[in-house]
T-cell receptor
Framework: NAGVTQTPKFQVLKTGQSMTLQCAQD?????MSWYRQDPGMGLRLIHY???????DQGEVPNGYNVSRSTTEDFPLRLLSAAPSQTSVYFC????????????FGPGTRLTVT | GIQVEQSPPDLILQEGANSTLRCNFS?????LQWFHQNPWGQLINLFY?????KQNGRLSATTVATERYSLLYISSSQTTDSGVYFC?????????WGAGTKLIIKP
């Protein structure tokens, strides 16, 4: 199993541009989520999904959209990038919605100029 | 919401030393995990430990759920143990993270 994969590893955007961060898992996990990590801090939840077709907002959802059309994929879209979205983005998955170990992808380092 | 506090914030040790990292949380939880973030930014799962004690080589962890704390023990530290150690607890479908303990192991 590849586990949780993310692409790209690095990305530089100009203010106002849009892009999609890709996340995929091959463990047939129901739960997937996106976090951002700013320097010197722990991770904060952006959006999560408890199954295909079901998504919900986390702690910091503004400026981001998600959809979950398949169990495997959970892309994160930045609609109009802002310098405040410069961060490292992590995708995670787990077997269920509560009480299960979460597995993290390698992260995407995004810089918005 | 639930609060997660880790201590100490920074720890500098000589290779071979032992250390104990602490995680306090403010409410009961279904899930508690310890992670190591290496200097390249990769998050590595160390333990899934909502209660009880687990050991994996030189690392062990204990969670006392009734008293709302967890401890991570690192014995015989190696330079490769350097990085940031995070505790994260589950609340309302999301992991709430502590601010981490930055560990530096000197050769």
């Amino acid at each position: 199993n590849a586990g949780v994969t993310q692409t790209p590893k690095f990305q530089v955007l100009k203010t106002g541009q849009s892009m999609t961060l890709q996340c995929a898992q091959d463990m047939n996990h129901e739960y997937m989520s996106w976090y951002r990590q700013d320097p010197g801090m722990g991770l904060r939840l952006i959006h999560y999904s408890v199954g295909a077709g079901i998504t919900d907002q986390g702690e910091v959802p503004n400026g981001y959209n998600v959809s979950r059309s398949t169990t495997e994929d959970f892309p994160l879209r930045l609609l109009s990038a802002a310098p405040s979205q410069t961060s490292v983005y992590f995708c995670a998955s787990s077997r269920g919605t509560s009480g299960f170990e979460q597995y993290f992808g390698p992260g995407t380092r995004l810089t918005v100029t | 919401g639930i609060q997660v506090e880790q201590s100490p914030p920074d720890l500098i040790l000589q290779e071979g030393a032992n250390s104990t990292l602490r995680c306090n949380f403010s409410d009961s939880v279904n899930n508690l995990q310890w992670f190591h973030q290496n200097p390249w930014g990769q998050l590595i799962n160390l333990f899934y430990i909502p209660s009880g004690t687990k050991q994996n080589g030189r690392l062990s962890a204990t969670t006392v759920a009734t008293e709302r704390y967890s401890l991570l023990y690192i014995s015989s530290s190696q330079t490769t143990d350097s990085g940031v150690y995070f505790c994260a607890v589950e609340s309302n479908y999301q992991l709430i993270w502590g601010a981490g303990t930055k560990l530096i192991i000197k050769p």
